[in-house]
Structure formats: structure tokens, C-alpha cells
């Protein structure tokens, strides 16, 4: 008798094919882990991302590091132009939402210096007013003649995908600089729903910013065109019970960003206004 091919008898876990042997197992080696939250994050691949990562996928592509797997990509002719009328959309729930604040070193330092200077969730930390402030965002970094460090203002939202095979995973998405306004908007839709933010579904779609620093890709946040706009009620409890781990891991200092690769994903914004969430 032929033996069995289990190769791919899998399930899909972050993007990661897990063996049939390994899912039944009993996890161990993790225990101290649960010191530390970091969820994998959405990001939109821009045209200055590095060479490995325009390998295989294009600009405006949303993947999910860091395993870098597909969440949506932009659509493309054979010669690989973008369609601009096409649309690369997902769906997702917002689980949890945190701000939270970093001061960055400038493109210069890459690879010399950390790209990440100080971070802090405290909202009464002095960069916090600072991040606000056009006067004071940008500061010389002491000891340079003129390289300038940057406060910036992150808006982190724990989401969950809907309707994609990576659903059941907790992801971030962070707006900052030239996103922070779509993060804001976010915001004012969540508010709007007047339900838990864990039972609304959104559809983000990929689009095209140009400002006076270069263009870049973003996502523009909508209440959704092609399905309900709330979660079943055994999904609602679900992401309740998910929310309310993601409000623990806060308050403990567990849960953290990452942020390592973002400093350069999107340019300042042109304007300089600011409102709290």
C-alpha cells in the first residue's frame, strides 16, 4: 500500500501551513511569552520597500507581516501597470484601539541608529503635546548639526479580517503621518455605529495619496457597500471576549506595536493639524 501524503493536510495559522502531526499537539515553550503581545501587522507595500519585498509583491499590495502573506493585492495588467480603477478592498472588525507615541530618527541614521528613538502609551509624556504641535514635532537631535527627530502619533487598532481565509487572526494596523487622517476617520465611523466597535464590520480600500513630499499608498476607511455592516452574534461574542484580552494585555504593558519598519512607509503629512481620539 502507497504511503498516505500528508504534505498538504494542513491548516492555514497565520499564513503558516501547519502540519496535521503538530495540530493536536499540546503547546509548549510558549509559557513566557505571555509576557509580551505583539500581533502581526497589516502593512501596504510602498514603492520604496525593499528589494526582497518588490520581488514578490507590487506597490499598493497589502500583505501580512511578518510573514509577509497576501491579504489583497492591487490589480495589474500583464506588463505589471496598476488598474486605477480597480478596486483591492478587505474587510475587517476593529477589536481594540490605542494610541500611542514615538519619536523617530530621521531616513539618515537607518542601519546606524535604531529608527525608533523612545516610545510611550502615556498620554501625559511631554512628546505627546509635542507630536501635536507643528513648532514642536520636529526637534535637532543633540550632538548633530541638523538632523531633526520626529514625534509622531500612532493610532493602533487590533483588527480582525471578515471574509478572508486569514480571518480568525488578530492583526494591527497603525495610521500615523500621511495616514493619520484616515486613522481619525476610522475613529468618527466607529463612534457613528454607537455599538461596541468589536461587532462593526469596515472595508478598507487601497488608494493612491499624493502630497508634497512624493505619493504613497494608504487605506481609505468605509462602512461597507457589499455586505452587512455587523458581525454575527456568535462572531459579536467572539470578539468580545478578544477585546477584552486585548484591554488586559494594555493595562498590563503586554501589548506592543510594531512599528520597527513603519518610520518610512509613509511621509509626514502636509498639514499640520492634530486631534486626540
Known sequence: MAKKDNSLDVTRVSGIPLPDY?????ILGTETLAEFVI???IKIVQKQASDDLLDKFGPGDVILTPTNVAIVSLPRDEK????????AQFNFVPLFFYAEWATWNPIALKNTEPMIRYRTTDPTDPIVA????KSLREEIIPGTDNLKMRHVEHLNYI??????ELEGTPSLITFAKGEWLSGSKLASLIKMRQAALYGCVFTATVAQRTGILGSWYGLDIANPSKRVSWVDKDQYELNKA???QFVEHHKKSRLKADLDDSGDETPPPVSSESAEF
Open 130 to 133: 509635542k507630536s501635536k504641535n
Open 159 to 164: 483588527v480582525m479580517l471578515v471574509d478572508h
Open 242 to 244: 478578544l477585546h477584552l
Open 80 to 87: 505589471g501597470r496598476s488598474d486605477e480603477d480597480a478596486l
Open 22 to 26: 503538530m495540530q493536536d499537539e499540546k
Open 39 to 41: 500581533p502581526p501587522r
